[in-house]
């Protein structure tokens, strides 16, 4: 196989197995507002939406963990294994959602469950960010690192909007609203453990990394491969990683995750209304993706992460205020293309960015580990925080909470260099 084709069938094999894995992380907040009845008592959909999102934000807890045990994995054993174990894991803790009983069936069992399974998906997307980050920028070519692994960010969104098409699909097509709200929302789930499945047939056949490879022929850096011991020799690249991350994560779970119940729950949009909108908005950020990947082979990444952070800084608070006033569907997307337009200036490289700063022996886990800590802290939380301010009757004071994370990285922006000219993965690869 050519040096082309082989490149191709890494990065397909790499972010379809990537899809999966987002597929089955985001079908939760996808149809959360379906199934939070069934796991916990009567209430306000707000009260219900809060404990919904609390569990989200437990799994996120399972992020940094995931990061240490797969990044560790990935560092030592291989990117191939990792990405492999991943994937099955994530198919067993979809199967427990889809299979628990409600809460009139079993009480308090049935949300002990599905914490239990969130602990699994956690632990799982934790191991899969950083290893699928590094396995992308590593198999890219110097020239179009930046390119390649945007497709991360391509799958991850695309994993978001398979999970809003299957339920635009079943609102519309399928189930009516009382069907969806007693048992429709477990097929997402069911589809998601099957679709792992065959992501784990599909990543059985990648190969491993040149960088990786070559690493494994060097007896004097084995013992030191995947260990803290060995990460925490990189103190900067490790700040680096948490602050690029902070405002960009919350940021992020701000204008995906949270939206389209921000739509329905603050702007009072009816549900498909609300999940069309999400579904549009996402699939056109997805298609951003590489091409911001592409300009930062040309400009470099730091001109475009001073630019979400600017951007992000000073427009976070109009843009949610303008939102969270709007009855108009059109001017409601239009609010959110921008916002997305703006993030995409960190999601699009701070993959690439992460792995530039690590060498093979310790990427996986330095890439993983921080970056799955400051998600955890700050990405898991977004939501519930948004939904907290807004229980409490102060919901703006959430719009200036993310416009401080943003600013909080832009500082972060400002002092580091820009990798595309210090990147160890071209280090490394010239001295191969």
């Known amino acids: 196989m050519s040096d082309t084709g082989w490149r191709l069938r890494a990065i397909f094999g790499g972010s379809i197995g990537n899809l999966v894995e987002w597929y089955d992380w985001y079908a939760y907040s996808a149809f959360s507002l379906y199934f939070a009845p069934a796991f916990f008592p009567k209430g306000s959909q707000t009260a219900q939406l809060l404990n919904t999102a609390a569990i989200f934000a437990v799994g996120f807890l399972m992020r940094p963990l995931g990061g240490w045990v797969f990044g560790r994995y990935a560092d030592r054993v291989g990117r191939k294994a990792a990405l492999t174990s991943s994937v099955m894991l994530m198919s067993f803790g979809s199967l427990m959602i889809a299979l628990t009983p409600a809460y009139a069936t079993i009480g308090f069992v049935a949300p002990a469950v599905l914490v239990i399974a969130r602990l699994l998906q956690g632990l799982s997307v934790g191991g899969e960010y950083g290893t699928s980050a590094t396995y992308l920028s590593e198999?890219?070519?110097?020239?179009?690192?930046?390119?390649?692994?945007?497709?991360?960010?391509?799958?991850?969104?695309?994993?978001?909007?398979?999970?809003?098409?299957?339920?635009?699909?079943?609102?519309?097509?399928?189930?009516?609203?009382?069907?969806?709200?007693?048992?429709?929302?477990?097929?997402?789930?069911?589809?998601?453990?099957?679709?792992?499945?065959?992501?784990?047939?599909?990543?059985r056949s990648l190969e491993e990394t040149e960088a990786f490879a070559s690493a494994t022929k060097k007896q004097a850096t084995k013992a030191e491969r995947g260990t803290l011991g060995e990460l925490l020799r990189h103190p900067k690249a490790l700040a680096t990683v948490v602050g690029l991350t902070l405002g960009g994560t919350v940021a992020f779970y701000t204008y995906t995750t949270y939206m389209k119940n921000f739509l329905v729950n603050s702007v009072g949009m009816a549900k498909d209304t609300a999940s069309l909108l999400a579904f549009v908005s996402l699939f056109l950020y997805m298609l951003m993706q590489p091409l911001f990947g592409f300009i930062s082979d040309r400009i470099g990444r730091r001109p475009l992460l001073l630019?979400?952070?600017?951007?992000?800084?000073?427009?976070?608070?109009?843009?949610?205020?303008?939102?969270?006033?709007?009855?108009?569907?059109?001017?409601?997307?239009?609010?959110?293309?921008?916002?997305?337009?703006?993030?995409?200036?960190?999601?699009?490289?701070?993959?690439?960015?992460?792995?530039?700063?690590?060498?093979?022996?310790?990427?996986?886990?330095?890439?993983?580990?921080?970056?799955?800590?400051?998600?955890?802290?700050?990405?898991?939380?977004?939501?519930?925080?948004?939904?907290?301010?807004?229980?409490?009757?102060?919901?703006?004071?959430f719009y200036w909470y993310v416009s401080g994370c943003i600013f909080i990285s832009l500082i972060a922006y400002l002092l580091m260099p820009d990798t595309k000219e210090t990147s160890l993965l071209d280090k490394e690869e010239r001295a191969r």
Not at 153 to 162: E, K, N
Not at 178 to 183: D, E, G, N, T, V
Not at 363 to 372: C, K, S, W
Request: hydrophobic residues 50%.
């Open 139 to 203: 198999v890219a070519t110097r020239d179009r690192r930046g390119f390649y692994s945007s497709f991360q960010y391509v799958t991850l969104v695309g994993g978001h909007l398979a999970a809003l098409g299957v339920q635009i699909i079943l609102q519309r097509f399928v189930l009516t609203p009382a069907q969806l709200a007693q048992w429709g929302w477990r097929i997402p789930f069911v589809i998601g453990a099957i679709l792992a499945m065959v992501a784990l047939y599909l990543r």
């Open 307 to 397: 630019g979400f952070g600017v951007c992000g800084t000073l427009g976070t608070v109009p843009l949610l205020t303008a939102l969270s006033e709007t009855k108009s569907p059109w001017t409601a997307f239009a609010l959110m293309m921008i916002a997305l337009v703006i993030v995409t200036g960190y999601t699009s490289i701070n993959a690439i960015v992460k792995a530039e700063l690590f060498p093979t022996e310790v990427r996986a886990l330095g890439v993983g580990l921080p970056y799955g800590l400051t998600v955890a802290i700050f990405g898991g939380t977004a939501e519930y925080a948004g939904l907290w301010f807004k229980d409490k009757g102060h919901e703006p004071y």
